[in-house]
């Protein structure tokens, strides 16, 4: 089965706690409603490293955000990203969690996110339950949003060497 690279958007792709923004980053406004923008910042490089990183490892790219659809059409077109599997997670208990156990059942996966810290009990077993595959939890500080070190430690992680 194909591993799984997960990618939230903001912290990991709108590192929207950076002041100022880093090196590369573009502004971007997108429309949410009738007179409302939202204003988001994007590295347009991460498309590239994404589809490089899942081209790499035969693995499949996948949304885990909520943006939900709305990040096929307002961010993945801006990171030259073609359209993604959505994981949907509204309603759930436990955050993420259930939604990607569902998806990623028998399949590893690495995960860049900056709230890892939410539900620290269900991260414990969420990982636990899908011991021995491999199950990368990259936490993306959302002042920096995804870095070169973040790739490595998806790299080492589907090596074997995490």
């Given amino acids: 089965m194909k591993p799984l690279i997960l990618v939230d958007v903001d912290g ?4 929207w706690a950076a002041h100022p923004k880093p090196p590369n980053y573009r502004l971007f406004e997108i429309k949410v409603g009738w007179r409302r923008k939202l204003r988001i910042w994007l590295d347009p490089d991460h498309g590239d490293q994404l589809r490089q990183l899942a081209e790499e490892f035969g693995a499949e790219l996948a949304w885990v955000t909520t943006w939900m659809h709305r990040a096929n059409v307002e961010i993945g077109p801006r990171l030259g990203l073609p359209e993604l599997k959505v994981i949907e997670f509204h309603a759930e208990q436990g955050w993420k969690y259930p939604a990607v156990a569902r998806y990623a059942y028998g399949r590893p996966l690495v995960w860049f996110d900056d709230d890892f810290g939410l539900h620290r009990d269900r991260n414990r077993e969420f990982v636990h339950k899908r011991q ?13 949003g995804i870095t070169g070190q973040h790739l490595g430690e998806a790299r080492k992680a589907f090596s074997g060497n995490s």
């Fill in 132 to 144: 021995p595959l491999t199950t990368a939890l990259i936490h993306v500080d959302p002042a920096t």
């Fill in 12 to 15: 990991p792709l709108n590192p």
